[in-house]
Nanobody
Framework: QVQLVESGGGLVQAGGSLKLSCAASGRTFSVYAMGWFRQAPGKERDFVAA????????YYADSVKGRFTISRDNAKNTVYLQMNSLKPEDTAVYYC??????????????????WGQGTQVTVSS
């Protein structure tokens, strides 16, 4: 079992920044990769970014590339999502996820095994 707890969400004006954190506990030694997804009201859960626990590879959705940065602190078992130049369309509940398997890449929700409870990000225009 891996437990994930997100924090850092909130309300910000367009153009502003937020940094999300996801603290992992439990069988963290089994984690291959961590990711962030988001879900807006009435929409599907979409991929945002992912990172291999080794830090060698990162993956981004086209919609956030150049604005968001995913990083990890292995010592703290924590993954971060730095979000800059936020837009109203970034408004969503952001979920952290952990994968216990070694895949070619990590863009699909189906490759992740554990999920956090989510944190709300609201960007006002």
């Amino acid at each position: 079992q891996v437990q994930l707890v997100e924090s850092g969400g909130g309300l910000v004006q367009a153009g502003g920044s937020l940094k999300l954190s996801c603290a992992a506990s439990g069988r963290t030694f089994s984690v291959y990769a961590m990711g962030w997804f988001r879900q807006a009201p009435g929409k599907e859960r979409d991929f945002v970014a992912a990172i291999r626990w080794s830090g060698i590879s990162t993956y981004y959705a086209d919609s956030v590339k150049g604005r968001f940065t995913i990083s990890r602190d292995n010592a703290k078992n924590t993954v971060y999502l730095q979000m800059n130049s936020l837009k109203p369309e970034d408004t969503a509940v952001y979920y952290c996820a952990a994968s216990l398997n070694n895949y070619y890449e990590y863009r699909r929700a189906s490759v992740f095994d554990y999920w956090g409870q989510g944190t709300q990000v609201t960007v006002s225009s």
